[in-house]
């Protein structure tokens, strides 16, 4: 049986290793086979990718991930103090349950926060789809 107290630290590391796995995904245009790509290859396009990412970095501005992140935990620390005081409640100690709660809630949003502050924004996949399409390639999609 798991003790009460050590609950809250394998929640957090779960969470955390989540997080290891989302945090390593990077949206990336996706090019449909045109003549171009196949005169260009694999090698080729990837270079045009990587200088068309790096011109929109240059001219489009990112929101912070530590802004999104922090504002993303905070929404998480009330939410699930909220609830880990219900929780509690129920168990018996409400203040244990909210404490608990806000720890794996504002864990759980800055998690969120950073998740959706990897994925590029609109104006910066539009000005990447441009490039590359100056460039001769035609993008289908991000994935």
Avoid at 11 to 38: F, K, S
Avoid at 117 to 125: D, G, I, K, L, W
Wanted: some cysteine; aromatic content about 8%; charged content about 15%.
């Amino acid at each position: 049986m798991v003790h009460r107290h050590t609950r809250p630290f394998i929640l957090l590391v779960a969470i955390a290793n989540v997080w290891a796995v989302l945090g390593c995904t990077t949206p990336a245009p996706v090019l449909y086979p045109n003549a171009h790509l196949e005169k260009a290859g694999e090698a080729q396009s990837k270079r045009d990718i990587a200088y068309c990412e790096t011109l929109a970095r240059e001219y489009v501005q990112n929101h912070s991930q530590v802004k999104a992140a922090a504002e993303y935990g905070v929404g998480g620390a009330a939410g699930g103090a909220a609830l880990g005081a219900i929780g509690g409640a129920i168990g018996g100690d409400a203040g244990e349950g909210a404490a608990i709660g806000a720890a794996v809630g504002a864990a759980g949003g800055i998690l969120a926060g950073l998740y959706k502050s990897n994925q590029p924004n609109p104006t910066y996949e539009d000005f990447v789809n441009h490039c590359l399409a100056k460039h001769g390639y035609e993008v289908v999609g991000w994935q």
